[in-house]
């Protein structure tokens, strides 16, 4: 795979073959994402509870080196901007997402690079996949390149949706290839190679609400793919601004170490075992 590195539009690309078209996400998304992550609720709770966990079980440590695989925009490496001790370093398999990354971080490296087959090995402290592994079919693969990539002792940061009762046409249109459950996705990362240090739902608050919507979305096919993709995100900023106000409690409760029992995403701190 080394031998395989082509520069492109500037950027490292270990699996170019791939950094142009492939099936794992839409190429047109990532535009309308630089403009929406920030105003929406969904995105801007789940990153304030990416940062609470990433200070609680590496914010101790003196300095260390931290990787995105999967992302897309750069907005959750924004948000980790602030820890100072964190050396930031973003990874996508699309250079059309590293493209808006760039532009929010210019300072930071991005590289191009297939998930399932990553040049890396005992170099990262953290790694961190945010809605990520569910686009992906080899999810196990990928774990276990992580666990390589990461030093000994080194944490993986996760985020997944939750629940396959859960699906609807949503999921189609963004590409998954699975909701997750707890068990399943905490037994194949202990099988990979991982500790679970904390696990959590999230979108606890919500959830009613949330499974209300899918249930009346269940039997519902898919239409302007574009247009489905987004609506739900370019809601009334009066909701958006409740639903978001709603979440801080999951926030609050997952800072001070309570595990939510339900929600419709699920987030795990796994550490890579010695």
């Known amino acids: 795979m080394q031998n395989n590195i082509k520069i492109i539009e500037g950027v490292k690309c270990y699996a170019p073959e791939l950094a142009m078209e492939n099936n794992d996400f839409k190429e047109s998304s990532f535009r309308k994402l630089y403009g929406l992550e920030e105003k929406n609720f969904w995105f801007r709770s789940r990153n304030r509870i990416a940062q609470i966990l990433v200070a609680k079980y590496f914010g101790n440590k003196v300095m260390g080196k931290f990787l995105e695989i999967g992302c897309g925009t750069g907005y959750v490496l924004k948000g980790l901007e602030k820890y100072k001790n964190l050396e930031l370093y973003g990874a996508e398999i699309y250079l059309e997402g590293l ?17 399932t087959n990553m040049p890396f090995e005992n170099e990262f402290d953290c790694i961190g996949a945010f809605d990520v592994l569910e686009h992906i079919a080899e999810d196990e693969l990928v774990m276990k390149n992580v666990n390589k990539s990461l030093k000994s002792g080194g944490i993986f940061f996760v985020s997944v949706p939750q629940y396959m009762f859960m699906w609807c046409y949503l999921d189609d249109i963004a590409c998954h290839k699975r909701r997750y459950s707890k068990i399943e996705l905490l037994n ?12 959590s739902s999230f979108v606890f608050s919500l959830f009613p609400l949330m499974l209300l919507s899918r249930w009346f979305k269940r039997n519902k096919r898919i239409g302007d793919t574009e247009k489905e993709t987004f609506a739900e995100l370019e809601m009334n900023r009066f909701i958006n601004k409740l639903f978001e106000f709603i979440l801080k409690i999951d926030e609050y409760l997952i800072q001070i170490g309570i595990k939510l029992p339900f929600g419709g995403s699920l ?3 796994a550490e890579k075992m010695l």
């Open 188 to 199: 194949k990362l202990r099988r990979n190679g991982f500790r679970i240090k904390f696990h």
């Open 267 to 269: 987030i795990v701190v």
């Open 99 to 115: 493209k808006f990354a760039k532009k929010r971080l210019p300072q930071i490296e991005f590289v191009q690079l297939d998930a």
